[in-house]
T-cell receptor, first 114, second 109 residues
Framework: IAGITQAPTSQILAAGRRMTLRCTQD?????MYWYRQDLGLGLRLIHY???????GKGEVPDGYSVSRANTDDFPLTLASAVPSQTSVYFC?????????????FGPGTRLTVL | GQNIDQPTEMTATEGAIVQINCTYQ??????LFWYQQHAGEAPTFLSY??LDGLEEKGRFSSFLSRSKGYSYLLLKELQMKDSASYLC??????????WGAGTKLIIKP
């Protein structure tokens, strides 16, 4: 593994189903983030984690949950998917979460909720 | 509220120079980032400014004026591979990135 990986690449999901998007990084970065990207809108932060064992809510957290059991993994769960959650989801990581910190992005998961 | 404004789309000619502007209003300022995003791909880091002035990196330069809440990305000697969206993002007082919607740059031969 090099950098950040996300799985699945794409998914079509029926409304009401539960779905977990996976994100793994091998850069030993402390901070990790989940964003959604919708046409005509900027990237919007869903949840973040500044270090293993801690998480925080971003701009649009409703309907999503995260966990950070270790440094490398940061899964995003949709408990009961709704069509408005159709989007492209990007996971990102950064060394520390502050200062001149640069975020590095995974390839994204394209999710369609019908 | 917090706001990042960029033009939606710009067109330029191969070999030319283009300037993509970004204005921002955020709660606090801890740096401004420019990312490039090709269609269907992830954003990739281009530049970072935290002090006023110009940062040059090869064909790309980025300028910041904190007093005006303004930045621009300057791309020189445009190549077809520069066709992409360019995202402006500001790190606010909570050290979170606030993102603009991006500027789609179309390069014509």
């Amino acid at each position: 593994i090099a950098g950040i990986t996300q799985a699945p690449t794409s998914q079509i999901l029926a409304a009401g189903r539960r779905m977990t998007l996976r994100c793994t990084q091998d850069m030993r970065h402390n901070a990790m983030y989940w964003y959604r990207q919708d046409l005509g809108l900027g990237l919007r932060l869903i949840h973040y984690s500044n270090t293993a064992g801690t998480t925080g809510k971003g701009e649009v957290p409703d309907g999503y949950s995260v966990s950070r059991a270790n440094t490398d993994d940061f899964p995003l769960t949709l408990a009961s998917a709704v069509p408005s959650q159709t989007s492209v989801y990007f996971c990102a990581s950064s060394a520390s979460g502050g200062g001149t910190d640069t975020q590095y992005f995974g390839p994204g998961t394209r999710l369609t909720v019908l | 509220g917090q706001n990042i404004d960029q033009p939606t789309e710009m067109t330029a000619t191969e070999g030319a120079i283009v300037q993509i502007n970004c204005t921002y209003q955020t709660s606090g300022f801890n740096g401004l980032f420019w990312y490039q995003q090709h269609a269907g791909e992830a954003p990739t880091f281009l530049s970072y400014n935290v002090l006023d002035g110009l940062e040059e990196k090869g064909r790309f330069s980025s300028f910041l004026s904190r007093s005006k809440g303004y930045s621009y990305l300057l791309l020189k000697e445009l190549q077809m591979k520069d066709s992409a969206s360019y995202l402006c993002a500001v790190r606010d007082s909570n050290y979170q990135l606030i993102w603009g919607a991006g500027t789609k740059l179309i390069i014509k031969p």
